[in-house]
């Protein structure tokens, strides 16, 4: 990968990592699923009239939309006004990765190998150390709660991208500009009903410049640029050169919040975080040796 190349994808990974700072910033003006809303509504328009709608059902647009607006971020965003810090969420929202094996494994029927099975032991090894804190230290800021809504969260998202999987070679920018769209239907109502009109109201005419900014952050930056330069560079080098770069997500996640917000990171925090980036690495090498070996027969 050229030097240009690879820097353009360490400034998507450094936006996905910082962005948890960002969220935290825009859920001290916005409640969580009104801040979903906002957030795919300005990922949707205007770039819906740029973008042709892919040549996928209207039911895989309207559940990859559910799936991240509601789900993904919805859930996410509501942890993270309350009961986990950013710098834990960017860590353990990455279980993704491996809810996303195990829908493989039960609705494809694909074979997990050893190294794999050992890199989602250690990765929940981290996990369980992120548990064992729950509530247990002051300085945690992590409740169990906390823990199960991201866990949920990243559950959605991988279910997300087993739509979009099945979905088949579509352009990806376009499947989630439309997607957002039908993102921002059930997280408005979601917050109508949850967060009330009055909320919303309060929330919308109070909004400071910095509350808007980071809201097209997240569609601009996050979804607009981030996607589309990650899909980009998906179509020019081998998955397998690019995707290791994810890696650093969870790291600036956590370096930020500890600058910015100045998290406490504990050693249990940094033993959680080796056990789950180990087991994602694992699971990264585990897929090269497996592609390289049906590459071989």
């Known amino acids: 990968m050229p030097l240009t190349h690879l820097l353009l994808a360490l400034s998507v990974v450094f936006i996905w990592g910082t962005n948890f700072v960002v969220i935290k910033w825009g859920l001290a003006e916005f409640p969580p699923f009104l801040y979903a809303a906002l957030r795919f509504l300005f990922?949707?328009?205007?770039?819906?009239?740029?973008?042709?709608?892919?040549?996928?059902?209207?039911?895989?647009?309207?559940?990859?939309?559910?799936?991240?607006?509601?789900?993904?971020?919805?859930?996410?965003?509501?942890?993270?006004?309350?009961?986990?810090?950013?710098?834990?969420?960017?860590?353990?929202?990455?279980?993704?990765?491996?809810?996303?094996?195990?829908?493989?494994?039960?609705?494809?029927?694909?074979?997990?190998?050893?190294?794999?099975?050992?890199?989602?032991?250690?990765?929940?090894?981290?996990?369980?150390?992120?548990?064992?804190?729950?509530?247990?230290?002051?300085?945690?800021?992590?409740?169990?709660?906390?823990l199960a809504l991201v866990l949920a969260a990243a559950f959605c998202w991988a279910c997300a991208n087993t739509v979009v999987r099945y979905a088949g070679r579509v352009n990806a920018a376009a499947f989630m500009v439309w997607a957002s769209l039908y993102a921002v239907v059930p997280t408005s109502l979601i917050s109508l009903f949850v967060e009330g009109p009055a909320r919303i109201a309060q929330a919308l005419t109070h909004a400071s410049w910095l509350g808007w900014s980071t809201v097209l952050w997240q569609a601009l930056g996050n979804t607009v640029f981030g996607f589309g330069a990650w899909n980009w560079l998906l179509a020019r080098h081998p998955a397998a050169t690019v995707a290791p770069t994810a890696l650093l997500v969870p790291v600036f996640g956590m370096v930020s919040s500890a600058w910015l917000l100045s998290e406490a990171l504990q050693p249990w925090k940094l033993t959680a975080a080796a056990l789950v980036l180990g087991g994602l690495a694992l699971n990264l090498y585990a897929g090269r040796l497996r592609a390289l070996m049906a590459g071989r027969a």
Do not use: C, K
């Not at 309207?62 to 799936?67: D, M, P």
């Not at 609705?107 to 190998?113: A, C, I, K, M, S």
């Open 43 to 146: 990922s949707a328009l205007p770039w819906i009239f740029l973008f042709r709608r892919p040549a996928v059902r209207w039911t895989s647009l309207a559940a990859v939309g559910t799936l991240l607006g509601a789900g993904q971020f919805g859930l996410l965003y509501w942890a993270m006004q309350h009961d986990i810090t950013p710098g834990l969420a960017s860590l353990v929202v990455q279980s993704q990765v491996f809810f996303t094996i195990l829908m493989a494994m039960m609705l494809n029927g694909e074979r997990v190998g050893t190294l794999q099975v050992l890199a989602l032991l250690l990765a929940v090894s981290g996990y369980g150390v992120v548990a064992w804190h729950t509530g247990a230290d002051p300085a945690a800021a992590v409740t169990l709660a906390g």
